[in-house]
């Protein structure tokens, strides 16, 4: 006690006159260096990794640093994903869809043919059962991970013909990844994958037939507006298209426990942002490409309808054969009925009359 009152009074004033902090409270500064598969184009995205670095920096008064590396090439997240697990960065945001070559399992922190919208991704992750699920299965891979930026449901992309019925997907030659390519490639389409920078040269010379990408703003921008004439809408392959901030498990254990508080903080703060800016750079996009003479359009029922089952049978094939699949999936679809039960009442005629009337 009497120790504490010397501290309070006369160290307090010794304090305030030198202007210096005692040297107890001095703590090393943690650097840590973070990767990014997203190339700097998609500035919605890239912009949200560029904040979180810069609020962590500042909610932690400096002690974690975290610096944002250039990446050369975007198109291949599979090396920054092994340069994560053998601690060569410390963290990686990254699209989790992008590694089912891995395991199949990675796309339920992303996106999977007819799953969750954003918001029920993200009330799955936070108040279900999914970030616990989902963290089980990264641990094999040295791997903790926090959600961190949705675009929301994307657009099904750019066409050269119109689709009337699923018999026009055969042989169709579309850019496609994920497990959205391998529904393609059961109803008869020829899905590849090119460099971003090749996309739009491919389509206008008839390489490829189609083109998914993202939504209105990156796609306006990528210039694919300007080769395809038919724009088709909904991705259902990605109804909810997450991205994930991934850990080194090392680093991340490494780190003091408010400084795991600050992380977790900064990365909820860009997930909400992320999707924030792409709501408000879409509409302005969208208007731009029609204007532009683009026919937006939806896919017709019966190609829904074979899509729908086609990944249905995949999902169940996935369970017979992926132990991790099975148990995350089980879990992810019974979340996805009873949400869906929830939504198509309050939620979708809400949105369904606002949309029906003249605002």
Request: aromatic content about 10%; glycine content about 8%.
């Amino acid at each position: 006690m009497r120790r504490r009152g010397v501290l309070g009074h006369a160290g307090l004033a010794g304090i305030l006159a030198s202007g210096c902090a005692p040297a107890v409270l001095a703590q090393p500064v943690i650097r840590w260096r973070l990767a990014t598969a997203c190339h700097h184009s998609l500035d919605a995205v890239y912009s949200g990794t560029e904040q979180f670095a810069r609020q962590l920096g500042q909610l932690s008064g400096g002690r974690l640093q975290v610096t944002l590396l250039p990446v050369d090439d975007p198109v291949a997240p599979l090396s920054l994903l092994e340069a994560l697990q053998a601690g060569e960065i410390d963290a990686l945001h990254a699209v989790p869809s992008h590694f089912v070559g891995i395991d199949e399992c990675f796309a339920l922190d992303s996106a999977v043919p007819f799953g969750l919208n954003s918001r029920q991704m993200n009330t799955w992750q936070l108040e279900g059962n999914g970030l616990k699920l989902l963290r089980d299965f990264y641990a094999q891979y040295q791997i903790v991970n926090f959600p961190m930026g949705n675009s929301g449901a994307q657009m099904g992309g750019w066409f050269r013909r119109e689709l009337e019925s699923p018999a026009d997907l055969s042989e169709l030659r579309m850019q496609m990844g994920g497990l959205g390519a391998r529904v393609l490639q059961s109803l008869g389409a020829l899905p590849q994958q090119l460099p971003m920078s090749e996309l739009v040269g491919a389509l206008e010379r008839g390489q490829l037939d189609a083109v998914e990408w993202v939504g209105p703003h990156d796609d306006r921008k990528l210039g694919l507006s300007r080769v395809a004439r038919y724009y088709y809408y909904p991705g259902w392959w990605e109804g909810s298209a997450q991205l994930s901030l991934y850990c080194n498990a090392k680093a991340w254990r490494a780190l003091p426990p408010d400084l795991k508080g600050m992380f977790e903080l900064a990365a909820q703060s860009v997930h909400a942002g992320i999707q924030a800016r792409y709501d408000v750079l879409n509409p302005i996009a969208l208007k731009q490409v029609v204007a532009a003479g683009v026919r937006v359009k939806a896919f017709p029922k019966p190609v829904l309808d074979a899509a729908f089952k086609a990944s249905n049978a995949l999902c169940a094939d996935l369970s017979r054969r992926n132990p991790a699949w099975r148990r995350i999936y089980a879990d992810y679809s019974a979340f996805r009925r009873e949400q869906n039960l929830w939504h198509r009442l309050p939620e979708a005629h809400f949105d369904r009359y606002l949309q029906s009337v003249r605002l």
